[in-house]
């Protein structure tokens, strides 16, 4: 269910062979407030350039946002500059925001995006979720209720993701009624617990954006907000760790006992990164020395012969040397498709939980042929 | 052929289910000259911290290194210190040098190497280079004669290869005459040339260990030495490079237009990483939007509307512009497995050139089930 006043529509365009949408408009009925952080990547999409300069001017008088997938409309040139702020014209005479994925470098097919925007149909918040697909094997879409507000957030991602900032595209809408500086702060904050703490490959996004619309319809701005925020944000980040292409494990990754929780971030991300570490968790291989081996190459302080490491439960580091289980006992920890890993590094009080997939055939096959 | 003076030995222990042996000797009749460069991973296994400690109080008292395969003898605590210590002690009373390679936190079978140490038998390069083989398809061995020296490398490496310092382990043996610190620097400044342009997968391992010795046998130390040592070590290198572990596709990436050798290479080294990069490469796809992608996020200045990519002589990215040359011009530019990539950045005097290999379901197989 929609926040008050907030629609979407979506349009059938053709691109994708499954009869998804390709094309999606999201409308508040009032301006909203509008809050934003995108990929650092200096090879940034036309959009993401376009929101940036956007929120920049206007804020607080954001109407409508545009979504199409199939098309990055990255490293297309002025041409690509010129087609991003015509699909946002197309949308209405306010100020719209516009998220693009899909390949890079291929001119946007501007015909079939237009012709779609005259064809726009209704739609839930599943089908809105639907057309941003790509690689995804499903829809990702979280919903809230807290003291009178309400709160949608829908996702797309499975490749190319990683820190900062580490998504392709999501976006929350939310008639509670929240200042502009306060809603980019909360997301900033509930951005380093969620979208910075998932990584599949290690690849960040040209068009990495993570929007927020508050359109203050509710009247309300109850106390803990934020928090629902975080709660909106780290569980759509996990459906797109979870969902990685290809991916036959969801893995969990907690560390602790580093200097601060910016460094377990980082430690956690080189560990959830690593080809290795990704391909033994496919291979039900619990062979933990690539995780350690993976955590020394961090550039993250810690001493090697304090490191212990849980997996699911099954201890098979204590002060840095081998527990050695026996097989049988790794067999049986591995099993499981969900893998939890703890690893505790010594005495510091930082401390971060990650959340990332395995690395699999499948995953090659996917990216062997994206374009095909 | 053996530069004068060196000879090596090596020993079946039956570990390798292809007959390979696991262990080697080489040995020089006099005491050597040696430097060495190392992992920077701060799980650094027991023969590098063993050898560090070595050369740093006996760089020209060194008689011989002894290698192992099937275990690298990392996190194995206080045990993995003196099963090392014990390895070296077993081969003579001098300074002996260590190398391991196999897998991380598993004790060291040292029955079997002990067992192995009492039947040696004299070995050629070629056998020598494949008792350090683990994943490797093929042998590294590499020679040159140059004014009377000769210079003899070996290396191994298929996986876990990333700067800094990207291999396993290599070494490289002559009997040239060379003051203990000048083959230092010679080593590191060759070391950039060469194991610091190559990738794999981004995994630094616990064991990498580069070693030169020198035992001065030939009386020689003609001018040009260090041109050979860049020489044999970047021959050396591109092999592990396109040997990677799966590899179908064999890479070379030229750099240039940035504003140092540092940060082309710095550039080259994250898009050579780039699992999206390295599949679309296996899947025969000229997906350079991925290149830009990665080069993007490697942190290195560049202007994305200067880029200009060349893939095997097809130009595909011109003033940061797609050239769209179609698709017949680009399945001929992917037909080879030999990839020629050139991305040119801007104005700046920077260059690089760095080698890798492509990303394939091979590398997953191997990966998702090394121990077993």
């Known amino acids: ?8 529509q979506v349009a059938r365009c053709g691109l994708k062979n499954n009869g998804d ?26 959009p993401v350039r376009y929101c940036q300069a956007l929120l ?58 237009e012709k779609g925007l005259q064809e726009l149909q209704e739609a839930d918040a599943e089908l809105l979720a639907r057309a941003m697909m790509t690689t995804d094997t499903h829809s990702k879409v979280v919903s809230r209720e807290f003291q009178g507000t309400r709160w949608l957030g829908v996702a797309k991602g499975a490749g190319m993701i990683h820190p900062d900032m580490a998504t392709l595209l999501a976006l929350v809408v939310t008639d509670a009624d929240i200042p502009a500086a306060e809603l980019q702060q909360a997301l900033q904050e509930a951005n380093h617990l969620s979208f910075q703490c ?16 508050a359109n203050g319809v509710s009247g309300k701005a109850p106390a803990g907000w934020t928090q629902v925020l975080q709660e909106v944000l780290i569980e759509l980040a996990r459906m797109v760790a979870f969902d990685g292409e290809g991916a036959s ?22 560990v959830l990164t690593s080809p290795l570490v990704k391909t033994a968790i496919a291979g039900k291989d619990a062979n933990w020395g690539r995780i350690l081996a993976a955590a020394g190459r961090s550039g993250v302080a810690f001493a090697p ?12 580091l204590e002060a840095g040397a081998p527990t050695n289980p026996g097989s049988a006992a790794e067999s049986k920890a591995v099993e499981s498709p969900e893998v939890e890993l703890r690893l505790v590094l010594g005495q510091g009080l930082g401390k971060a939980t990650l959340w990332s997939c395995d690395l699999t055939h499948e995953y090659v096959s996917i990216n062997g042929d994206y374009r095909t």
Not at 1 to 8: K, T
Not at 249 to 270: C, F, K, N, P, Y
Not at 305 to 313: G, I, P, R, S
């Open 56 to 113: 920049a001017r206007a804020n607080d008088l954001v109407t409508a946002v545009v979504i199409n997938s199939k098309n990055a409309n990255a490293v297309t040139g002025p041409q690509g500059d010129r087609d991003c702020a015509r699909l946002a014209s197309l949308v209405d005479d306010g100020d719209v925001l516009t998220m693009s994925t899909g390949v890079i470098g291929q001119p946007m097919p501007m015909a079939v995006y």
């Open 249 to 270: 494990h969801r893995v969990t990754l907690h560390v602790s006992g580093v200097e601060s929780d910016a460094a377990a971030r980082t430690l956690g991300r080189v």
């Open 21 to 46: 949408p390709e094309l999606a408009v999201v409308r508040s009925q009032t301006p909203c407030r509008a809050a934003g952080v995108f990929t650092t990547n200096r090879v940034a999409a036309a």
């Open 198 to 213: 998932i990584t599949v490959d290690g690849d960040t996004s040209t068009n990495d954006s993570l929007l927020v619309l």
């Open 305 to 316: 012969e304090q490191a212990a490491l849980w997996w699911n439960d099954l201890q098979l």
């Open 1 to 8: 269910m929609f926040p008050q006043g907030f629609s979407a």
